[in-house]
């Protein structure tokens, strides 16, 4: 007898599910298997499959709804938005932030009226991880995560899409004039009570609200960096 192959862990996991959705011909909204489906045809452990799965919505690849599966965002493994570099040469940071404060504050009132438990729980993560992070470059990534939770956390793949591209734009432009005077975030750095606050209004159900603090988020983010925009 032959000896059964043993599940495949992350990264070959995460390589594999990959190829699956560059070769399934997938189009953005479409639905990918279930997970035990994706265990059976990839051969991979349950944790494997569900790291990977993580790794990807990361970058953007796919977004998870509970009780309604997992979609993609792209056809593709890492989405562009077209024009990017033109783009990014093109939009200054200020102009970055006035787009964001046009869509970010609906996502979050959005999130406020939409969000499941478990997606609340995300929000938490991400924003528990940028209070603890030791350098810039990894707060950036936290808090990234973050507002990105909220775009996740409206069930509307319409707005993920959209926070997505402007997300793209925004890493793209040149943030030279931003001087770092720390290592890494102070403790009382502005961001985290904004986040509390955004966190909040999402956790009472408040739309509102939410949208007042994100709003309030952005506009401060603006202040302290660039001055009153």
């Excluded at 390589?15 to 479409?30: A, C, F, N």
């Excluded at 996502?107 to 995300?122: D, P, Q, T, Y």
């Amino acid at each position: 007898m032959h000896a059964r192959p043993e599940p495949l862990d992350t990264p070959d996991a995460l390589q594999l599910l990959r190829e699956l959705i560059d070769t399934g011909d997938y189009s953005p909204g479409d639905r990918l298997p279930a997970e035990r489906q994706l265990i059976s045809a990839l051969g991979i452990t349950r944790t494997a499959l569900r790291k990977s799965l993580d790794t990807l919505e990361r970058d953007g690849v796919i977004w998870r709804h509970v009780g309604k599966g997992t979609f993609i965002t792209s056809p593709e493994s890492v989405a562009t938005v077209p024009g990017l570099a033109d783009l990014s040469q093109q939009v200054t940071p200020i102009q970055m932030m006035r787009a964001r404060l046009s869509l970010e504050p609906a996502i979050a009132r959005e999130a406020a009226a939409n969000a499941s438990g478990e997606a609340v729980a995300r929000i938490k993560v991400a924003r528990d991880h940028a209070v603890a992070a030791l350098n810039w470059d990894t707060y950036e990534a936290d808090d990234d995560a973050f507002h990105r939770s909220l775009a996740e956390a409206t069930g509307n793949i319409l707005l993920l899409s959209l926070f997505d591209h402007l997300n793209q734009v925004r890493r793209a432009v040149a943030w030279r004039q931003v001087i770092r005077h720390t290592d890494r975030p102070p403790g009382d750095h502005s961001s985290f009570l904004e986040h509390d606050n955004i966190l909040a209004a999402v956790e009472c159900r408040d739309p509102v609200a939410a949208h007042a603090a994100m709003r309030d988020h952005l506009n401060s983010v603006s202040n302290r960096l660039f001055g009153d925009v």
